[in-house]
């Protein structure tokens, strides 16, 4: 099982990236897929969610009308496109399936958000 997170940097306040997290060694499509963050010195959060159709939800308040989960089951990945972003958007992304009893992590992609 593999999970592999990409598309991180350094953005400037109010601009936009694209994470991806390639997957491989699951059955994806059955799979709810979830992205989390965590900032230097703070919990991990949960940001969203997407279910294995296409029903997404965003657990953050802070990323509600910014942020975008999306899936291409047929390419096996999972996207967070992330718009207006702010510097408390800096964090650590990681993706996460779930699925039963399974759960998979990738390992993580820098987000910085600084001018």
């Known amino acids: 099982v593999r999970l592999v997170e990409s598309g991180g940097g350094l953005v400037q306040p109010g601009g936009s990236l694209r994470l991806s997290c390639a997957t491989s060694?699951?059955?994806?499509?059955?799979?709810?897929m979830n992205w989390h963050r965590q900032a230097p010195g703070k919990e991990r959060e949960l940001v969203g969610t997407?279910?294995?159709?296409?029903?997404?939800?965003y657990d953050a308040d802070s990323v509600k009308g910014r942020f975008t989960i999306s899936r291409d089951n047929a390419k096996n990945t999972v996207y967070l496109q992330m718009n207006s972003l702010k510097p408390e958007d800096t964090a650590v992304y990681y993706c996460?399936?779930?699925?039963?009893?399974?759960?998979?992590w990738g390992q993580g992609t820098q987000v910085t958000v600084s001018s």
């Open positions: 997407i279910t294995s159709y296409g029903g997404s939800t």
């Open positions: 060694g699951f059955t994806f499509s059955r799979y709810v």
């Open positions: 996460n399936a779930q699925l039963g009893g399974n759960d998979y």
